[in-house]
T-cell receptor
C-alpha cells in the first residue's frame, strides 16, 4: 500500500489564522483527496486533485500537488473554531478505486 | 444529511457473540467499502465491493466477512467477537468512475 503521512500530526492555531497541512505519499497516483473527520464521526470529502493538476481551490480551501516530490498541502484560510477536526489525505493509484488514507493531522482552532 | 447509514452507532457486546454491522446507501453507488479505525489513528481498508455479488478483502487482515446481495446494502459480520475487534468501523461508498467517497457516521464497537 502507499498510505500517506500527514505533517504535522497536530496543529493548534488561533481563529482567523491560516492552517497548512502537508501530505507525503510513496508511489504514482491517479488523484489525491482530502477528507475531514470530526471526533468520533465519519469522514467528509473536501476536495480532489488529479495527478495532472497542480493547484485547486474550494472556498477557503487551497490544495497543491507536487508529483515530483510526491507531496500535497492543504491550506485552510481564515480558520474558524468549527474547522477543528482531523484532516486526512488519501491517494488512489492505478486502475483501482480503492483509497489509501494517511495518518491524519489533528487541527484545533482556538476561538 | 447522510445518504449512507450505519447501524448501530454504538455497540457493546460480550466475547464470542456474533454481530452484524449494517450499512446502507441510497445513492445507487456501485462501490462500497469497510474501513477500520482505532481512535486517532489512520483508516485501514478491510473489505470492499465493486458491485452485487462481488466482495474482496482489503489490505488489513480481518476476521470479519461481508456480503453484497443488493446494491444498497453491505453488511459486515463478525462470527465470534473478541476484545481485539474493539474499534470504529466506517462504511463508505462511491460511484463508478467517480473517486470521492461518501462515509457513514461509523459504528463504534466495544467487545468486553
Amino acid at each position: 500500500s502507499q498510505q500517506g503521512e500527514e505533517d504535522p500530526q497536530a496543529l493548534s492555531i488561533q481563529e482567523g489564522e491560516n492552517a497548512t497541512m502537508n501530505c507525503s505519499y510513496k508511489t504514482s497516483i491517479n488523484n489525491l483527496q482530502w477528507y475531514r473527520q470530526n471526533s468520533g464521526r465519519g469522514l467528509v470529502h473536501l476536495i480532489l486533485i488529479r495527478s495532472n493538476e497542480r493547484e485547486k481551490h474550494s472556498g477557503r480551501l487551497r490544495v497543491t500537488l507536487d508529483t515530483s516530490k510526491k507531496s500535497s498541502s492543504l491550506l485552510i484560510t481564515a480558520s474558524r473554531a468549527a474547522d477543528t477536526a482531523s484532516y486526512f489525505c488519501a491517494t488512489s493509484e492505478g486502475g483501482a478505486n480503492n483509497l489509501f488514507f494517511g495518518t491524519g493531522t489533528r487541527l484545533t482552532v482556538i476561538p | 444529511e447522510a445518504d449512507i447509514y450505519q447501524t448501530p452507532r454504538y455497540l457493546v457486546i460480550g466475547t464470542g457473540k456474533k454481530i452484524t454491522l449494517e450499512c446502507s446507501q441510497t445513492m445507487g453507488h456501485d462501490k462500497m467499502y469497510w474501513y477500520q479505525q482505532d481512535p486517532g489513528m489512520e483508516l485501514h481498508l478491510i473489505h470492499y465491493s465493486y458491485g452485487v455479488n462481488s466482495t474482496e478483502k482489503g489490505d488489513l487482515s480481518s476476521e470479519s466477512t461481508v456480503s453484497r446481495i443488493r446494491t444498497e446494502h453491505f453488511p459486515l459480520t463478525l462470527e465470534s467477537a473478541r476484545p481485539s475487534h474493539t474499534s470504529q468501523y466506517l462504511c463508505a461508498s462511491s460511484e463508478s468512475g467517480s473517486y470521492g467517497y461518501t462515509f457513514g457516521s461509523g459504528t463504534r464497537l466495544t467487545v468486553v
